[in-house]
């Protein structure tokens, strides 16, 4: 039987924190640019709104899709930061 000569990785919490805090960054670039669509959405539908005299209702639900979106990548992006502090605190 032929073994294996290749070492096998360890990671240890430094590692996973590095980890959490990269998710952490790019959660919060996502959300900024989510953010961002939303301020050019509200801006360019009020312009729709006025000239095709559409009710506040007809895109409530892209609205809160925009909510939902901002409210999830901002829990992840909790958590990613408290995972990274807890790891850091380990290491």
């Given amino acids: 039987m032929?073994?294996?000569?290749?070492?096998?990785?360890?990671?240890d919490a430094l590692d996973v924190a590095e980890g959490f805090s990269l998710a952490y960054e790019q959660s919060i670039k996502l959300l900024i640019m989510i953010r961002s669509m939303s301020c050019v959405y509200d801006s360019q539908i009020s312009l729709?709104?006025?000239?095709?005299?559409?009710?506040?209702?007809?895109?409530?639900?892209?609205?809160?899709?925009f909510d939902i979106t901002k409210t999830m990548i901002h829990d992840f992006a909790q958590y990613s930061k408290s995972q990274h502090e807890l790891y850091i605190n380990q290491a």
Avoid at 48 to 64: K, M, S, W
């Fill in 2 to 11: 032929k073994q294996s000569t290749e070492q096998v990785k360890s990671y």
């Fill in 48 to 65: 729709i709104r006025n000239v095709y005299n559409l009710p506040d209702l007809a895109l409530h639900d892209v609205e809160g899709l």
